[in-house]
């Protein structure tokens, strides 16, 4: 069971002009929060919606639950336009270049003075200071930072296997809305936030900078880590699957000998303590990855999860599809596509009151579905629609 009426959001208007994913996931987010959010799309539409290969899920995962509205915001009609619904908006989500959006007449401080209430949030690669015109994207940023230099083994920095930082950016624009909102309820004032994605990935590695800070020492890269844990490995199955396998505790490493039987090296007098246990990997892991060797997959990821020992098969995200837990009840979330057909992805990672929360539509909208509805709501007639949404110059051309 679902909840399906979880909507703190609801009557909030947010304005969202942004592209590819840190923009347009700060968008979803709040949209899935019961936020009414209208993605303002250029009139050929977003170039997001047209990326194949890895790109291929970028718009469809991060625009659902929105409306679409095309602007031409070259013409002085559009602009216009774009201002007419500031005005009654409460949020402005955009990632524009600084110079292109005071081009436009659309600069943070410019926005606050004509719209007192309104938040802006600005999705960029940086915040201010000397890098704040830089172009960045997620695996820009993650090589500044060292997010590369510590995801790949020495000599061969790797970016992380998904859009995180983007993802993440995403999610600390969503969390800054709110809480300017929640000033807002005191203020009365609106509110401009900036989102760095470079600070964003640099929080990431946080960890990896104290440590050097209070010790002195560089974190080796994660492949060449010094292991905390006595065992946190990756093991093969006689019947050729790959699983994960930590033991991080003494009770941990005595429940795997059992479920191993590996009687004689849980009562070694040599490894009756975690750092000992740390300082024998050199010579218990290939007796342990020998007794795992010997086991089949499933039996042997029963006895791990009845003993409340981590592990974990390695998959692949295709394979998330056919996994119990994700395909319960509120795992996934089907979108209709504009062009006919549909499509699963995840909803919030959070649970309200012990039920996942469903937003009231995930649907991805068509190019300016949305556009002569919310026009003419703001008093456009349909020549001016036309004219401001680009609809007159797409027929020209």
């Known amino acids: ?40 799309e250029p009139p050929e539409g977003d170039k997001t919606r047209d990326l194949t290969g890895m790109g291929r899920g970028f718009f469809p995962t991060f625009n659902r639950g929105k409306k679409s509205i095309t602007l031409d915001l070259k013409s002085e009609a559009g ?6 619904l500031l005005k009654d908006a409460d949020v402005f989500v955009e990632n524009f270049r600084d110079s292109s959006l005071a081009a436009m007449g ?21 915040l201010h200071g000397p890098y704040e015109n830089r172009t960045a ?28 930082n983007d993802i993440m950016g995403g999610l600390f624009g969503a969390f800054s809305v709110l809480a300017a909102l929640m000033q807002r309820d005191r203020d009365g004032q609106g509110h401009a936030v900036r989102i760095g994605l470079f600070e964003n990935c640099l929080l990431l590695v946080a960890q990896h900078m104290v440590q050097y800070d ?12 010094d292991f905390s844990w006595p065992v946190y490995d990756i093991f093969h199955t006689s019947d050729a699957q790959s699983i994960f396998v930590g033991a991080v505790t003494e009770g941990q490493w005595a429940k795997l000998c059992d479920v191993l039987g590996l009687a004689a090296l849980k009562a070694d007098s040599r490894l009756q303590t975690r750092p000992d246990q740390i300082k ?22 029963s006895a791990l999860e009845r003993d409340g020992i981590p592990f974990s098969p390695i998959a692949r995200p295709a394979q998330m599809y056919d996994d119990p837990h994700v395909t319960r009840p509120g795992g996934l979330m089907t979108s209709t596509l504009p062009e006919g057909g549909s499509y699963r992805a995840p909803g919030l990672p959070f649970e309200v009151d012990g039920r996942p929360a469903v ?39």
């Open 280 to 301: 024998a990997r050199d010579w218990t892991l290939p007796i342990i990855a020998n007794a795992i060797a010997r086991q089949t997959y499933a039996p042997l990821a």
């Open 79 to 84: 602009r216009a336009a774009l201002d007419g």
């Open 1 to 40: 069971m679902s909840v399906t009426g979880f909507a703190p959001l609801e009557g909030v208007r947010v304005i969202e002009m942004s592209h590819m994913i840190m923009g347009p996931s700060c968008g979803m987010f709040l949209a899935f929060l019961g936020a009414e959010v209208i993605k303002v």
């Open 359 to 397: 937003p009231a539509s995930v649907d991805l909208p068509d190019v300016g579905d949305d556009t002569a509805e919310i026009l003419g709501a703001l008093g456009l007639e349909p020549d001016e629609i036309r004219t401001a949404s680009g609809q007159a110059r797409r027929q020209v051309a």
């Open 214 to 225: 209070i010790e002195g020492t560089e974190a080796p890269p994660m492949p060449e880590r």
């Open 137 to 164: 994207m997620d695996e820009v940023v993650q090589m500044m930072t060292g997010m590369a230099y510590m995801t790949g083994p020495t000599g061969r920095p790797l970016r992380i296997g998904s859009s995180a």
């Open 106 to 126: 659309f600069a943070p401080e410019v926005l606050r003075q004509r719209h007192p209430t309104l938040i802006v949030a600005s999705c960029k690669g940086f």
